[in-house]
């Protein structure tokens, strides 16, 4: 198996909530990562999803320290990165850079690209030799599509992509091993949207480049990823290598957000039986106690509400998931409760709202 480049060991970030016109207290905390371990292995994707607020870019962000963990363990190729400090932190920076998730936002107006680019450089000491800092800029802009005239001209210049490209052109001027892409095609034309996984494929074979991608779009993730991460209310509840998480959703969680994803074949859709999965979700400030998510699943029982469960191994394959019952309901030996699911059936006339409650398929339940 290849060696982990990046080990993050029970990743902690909270951010506290303040109180008071003059003197402010802490009165709580909002957590943001809860307990997060993972491994990302030396030229693979690992790919991150979950719904928005569950706490994805801001594990990204901790990762690279942009945001101070408030505890945890994250090694870089056997580098403690919370140890460092000052300048060999800014020094180290250059081994993970971040590609953000709006091109436009993240990108100075102000700013020719030539600009930007050298600014990395400047800011880690190599921009030395400008007849070689030209000749770095133009092959970087090329091994993302764009050509050398770019260097001169400002982002409102540039269509969405090829803003992105930009952003991933100032990520790669300075050689990192890592990449953290936070939505990286989010704010994209669907047109556009393959162009630039693709690009990331190819840079990423070329370069050894080892990716942390940041997604809700589950095909994105299906596409790109060698081993996706889910996400809830700050905890990683399911890991699986590529296709096994899509072929076989152990958590609840997990099978709601697939069971989510239109599919292509209209036959199949239309004869498929959904559940709407009951409350809101919980504030990170308020977290349920025990399990995060047994609020909303269909299979909670009362341990949930008193054990938090842990990601373990589920068995041989290598599949982790946090859930006490995944064996059971896996089985089927489990079934959903009546009085948290909503069974909406093919010839109902009643549709679910977009962006509402997440779907899950079962087909043990009685006709309402």
Same mark, same amino acid.
């Given at each position: ?13 909270? !951010? +506290? ?21 993972? %491994? ?13 607020? *569950? ?8 990762? $690279? ?17 919370? #140890?460092? %400090? ?5 020094? !180290? ?18 700013? #020719? ?10 800011? /880690?000491?190599? /921009? ?30 540039? =269509? ?8 991933? &052109?100032?990520?790669?001027? $300075? ?39 940041? @997604? /809700? ?17 700050? #905890?990683?509840?399911?890991? @699986? ?5 899509? %072929? ?13 994803? +239109? ?8 004869r498929r039986e959904r559940i709407l999965l009951a409350g809101?979700?919980? =504030?990170?400030?308020?977290?349920? #106690?025990? *399990?995060?998510?047994?609020?909303? *699943?269909?299979?909670?029982? +009362? ?6 469960? %842990? ?11 946090? *859930? ?6 896996? =089985? ?10 909503? $069974? ?6 009643? &549709? ?14 009685? @006709?309402?």
């Amino acid at each position: 198996m290849t060696e982990a480049l990046v080990k993050i060991d029970n990743l902690k970030v909270h !951010f +506290p909530i303040k109180s008071g016109l003059l003197f402010d207290r802490t009165v709580g905390y909002v957590y943001a990562v809860d307990g997060v371990s993972l %491994e990302i292995r030396k030229g693979e994707t690992y790919g991150l999803v979950g719904e928005s607020g *569950c706490g994805k870019s801001t594990l990204g962000r901790g990762l $690279l320290r942009l945001v101070e963990p408030t505890s945890g363990e994250i090694t870089f190729d056997g580098t403690d990165v919370r #140890s460092l %400090e000052g300048e060999r932190m800014r020094l !180290f920076r250059r081994r993970m850079q971040m590609v953000f998730q709006d091109p436009m936002s993240s990108l100075d107006p102000r700013q #020719s690209v030539q600009s930007m680019l050298v600014e990395g450089l400047k800011a /880690h000491g190599l /921009h030395t030799d400008r007849a070689g800092v030209q000749k770095r800029l133009r092959a970087t802009l090329d091994s993302v599509g764009l050509p050398a005239s770019a260097l001169n001209r400002y982002p409102h210049e540039f =269509s969405g992509g090829q803003r992105q490209r930009i952003g991933i &052109a100032r990520a790669l001027v $300075l050689g990192p091993e890592l990449i953290v892409a936070d939505e990286p095609v989010s704010a994209l034309d669907v047109s556009i949207q393959a162009q630039v996984i693709n690009l990331l494929g190819d840079l990423q074979e070329s370069l050894g480049l080892t990716y942390l991608v940041i @997604a /809700h779009d589950l095909a994105v993730v299906r596409h790109i990823s060698d081993t996706i991460g889910v996400m809830y209310l700050g #905890s990683l509840v399911e890991e @699986a290598d590529g296709d096994q998480l899509y %072929e076989r959703p152990l958590h609840p969680y997990t099978r709601a957000l697939l069971s989510a994803v +239109p599919i292509p074949d209209p036959r199949v859709e239309d004869r498929r039986e959904r559940i709407l999965l009951a409350g809101d979700l919980p =504030s990170p400030a308020d977290p349920p #106690s025990g *399990c995060r998510f047994r609020t909303r *699943c269909p299979w909670s029982q +009362p341990r949930c509400t008193d054990e938090r469960p %842990e990601l373990r191994v589920f068995d041989d394959s290598g599949q982790r998931v946090a *859930c006490h019952f995944a064996e059971q309901i896996q =089985s089927g030996e489990l079934t959903a409760h009546e009085v948290r699911a909503e $069974l909406v059936r093919p010839d109902s006339d009643r &549709a679910p709202e977009v962006g509402a409650e997440l779907i899950v398929t079962r087909t043990d339940l009685p @006709a309402p």
